[in-house]
């Protein structure tokens, strides 16, 4: 087994793992750099090389539970989502993402507009500053709030379940709040 061929064939499937739940990517890439250190030197513990994937991917697991140890104080690899899980959290977050649009669309306008420029479209906040022509220190301000409000809105017309991480596995609809509510 040959080290630099163990590296290209999972580099990018490792990544994509660790970027599911790290978000930035220097990080996720730091992390992925601790994996295959562990990997070189405990290779000599793996006894069955047709199992080299699997292997990987439980250091890929434990070396996030010890990033997230690190950060937060706290975390078990039970916290962690599975493969199985993760296709579940994915479709609970695209029916979730595919309400934000009408949400946002009910936010006050000058929220609104700084959502979907920002989040929607891409826009910097500099950018978007720029755009508005407001300060760059309003235009942070005017996301924060519109995300507030948005979390807001979506938190009264439903409940969600989430890791300890916050993300999305599951939820409910809130009985008590608007009928007309696509879910």
Same mark, same amino acid.
């Given at each position: 087994?040959?080290?630099?061929?163990?590296?290209?064939?999972?580099?990018?499937?490792?990544?994509?793992?660790?970027?599911?739940?790290?978000?930035?990517?220097?990080?996720?890439?730091?992390?992925?750099?601790?994996?295959?250190?562990?990997?070189?030197?405990?290779?000599?513990?793996?006894?069955?090389?047709?199992?080299?994937?699997?292997?990987?991917?439980?250091?890929?697991?434990?070396?996030?539970?010890?990033?997230?140890?690190?950060?937060?104080?706290?975390?078990?690899?039970?916290?962690?989502?599975?493969?199985?899980?993760?296709?579940?959290?994915?479709?609970?977050?695209?029916?979730?993402?595919?309400? &934000?649009?009408?949400?946002?669309?009910? =936010?006050?306008? *000058?929220?609104? +507009?700084?959502? #979907?420029?920002?989040?929607? @479209?891409?826009?910097?906040?500099?950018?978007?500053?720029?755009?508005?022509?407001?300060?760059?220190?309003?235009?942070?301000?005017? &996301?924060?709030?519109?995300?507030?409000? =948005?979390?807001? *809105?979506?938190? +009264?017309?439903? #409940?969600?379940?989430?890791? @300890?991480?916050?993300?999305?596995?599951?939820?409910?609809?809130?009985?008590?709040?608007?009928?007309?509510?696509?879910?």
């Amino acid at each position: 087994m040959h080290i630099e061929t163990v590296w290209n064939e999972y580099y990018d499937q490792l990544l994509r793992f660790i970027r599911k739940s790290v978000t930035d990517k220097a990080t996720a890439e730091d992390l992925l750099q601790n994996v295959f250190l562990k990997m070189l030197t405990n290779i000599e513990s793996l006894k069955d090389s047709t199992k080299i994937k699997s292997w990987l991917f439980q250091i890929t697991r434990n070396t996030m539970v010890d990033h997230f140890r690190k950060a937060q104080k706290e975390g078990d690899i039970a916290s962690l989502p599975l493969e199985e899980d993760d296709e579940i959290s994915d479709d609970v977050m695209d029916e979730v993402e595919s309400w &934000v649009a009408p949400f946002i669309n009910r =936010l006050p306008e *000058k929220y609104r +507009e700084a959502l #979907i420029l920002s989040e929607i @479209k891409g826009m910097s906040q500099k950018e978007l500053a720029l755009h508005l022509g407001i300060s760059y220190s309003a235009a942070k301000t005017r &996301v924060h709030r519109g995300r507030l409000l =948005l979390k807001q *809105k979506l938190t +009264e017309c439903c #409940i969600f379940y989430t890791d @300890k991480y916050g993300n999305i596995m599951n939820y409910e609809s809130n009985p008590n709040y608007c009928k007309s509510c696509n879910n």
